[in-house]
């Protein structure tokens, strides 16, 4: 038998194994049992109103953005629909302290020696993102963002996967030819749900009007007291000014175990610059 294989039977071999990754990834991937729009509704509200009073959180996590690439540990505790407090610390050592109100945002660096008191604008200028208190609850803890009990969701048919819309397939498809030059203040928000249509499995974001999105993904999740909480999360924010990666890994989560949010700023600390 001969020790080459001709280009011939190269091509042939070539085609034996793309045809039996496609057939694997054909079987990998089952289609899902169609369900009625009301189903994923129903669905839908119930996962937006699994909020716990209390939440605690380590979280370890990757940042990176077009200037910088860290990684830190974050410890979350959240009041319900109150508070969310945040220590980050680098290297074991606290660097920069965290209390988001529904009123403002304040920053206590400590390696820097100063602090910033501001308004929830804060987000949209340095990060690109319009969030409000809500909004930034409900991402940590894993719920539907800006989910509204009130408004009409459409079903956006997809054979894979179960999804709810804030708008039509056609008009998402107008917007999309426009490429950015939308005058319109509408936001896009596409709800991914788990096979089983039990929780949130991602969140699509899309402002046309300043060309920004944001695309959550929980890969894994933890079930803890009735709450399946995130464990594993990629973020991904796309703006004209950025394009942020954040990857967190959720660890030592605690349920309605209160605490009290507390923020020092120290006498001698003066305004960031």
Known sequence: MSRYISRAGWCLLLGIMVSCARQMTEVEKEKLPRKKTQELIDAMDSVSHRKP??????????????????????????????ALNALITYAKIPVIHTMVTKEKVTIVNKRDKCFITEDLEYF????????????????????PLDYDTNQKYFQIHDPYNYI???????????????????????????????????????????????????????????LLTGYNIPKKVKINIKSPRNNVNIEMEYDKSEIDKYEPLLIVIPESYGKCQ
Do not use: C
Request: net charge positive; charged share 35%.
């Open 124 to 143: 949209k200028n340095n990060f690109g993102v319009d969030f409000n208190y809500r909004n930034l609850e409900e991402m940590i803890l894993g719920l």
């Open 53 to 82: 009073n209390f939440f605690y959180s380590k979280i370890s996590t990757h940042y990176a953005d077009t200037n910088r690439s860290v990684n830190f540990k974050t410890s979350i505790r959240i009041v319900k629909d109150s």
């Open 164 to 222: 709810l819309s804030s708008h039509k397939k056609r008009e998402i498809k107008r917007w999309e030819k426009l490429q950015g030059h939308s005058e319109k203040e509408d936001v896009i928000i596409k709800y991914y749900l788990t096979d089983d249509a039990r929780d949130l499995k991602a969140l699509y974001i899309e402002s046309p009007s300043d060309s920004t999105s944001i695309k959550v993904d929980y890969l894994s999740r933890e």
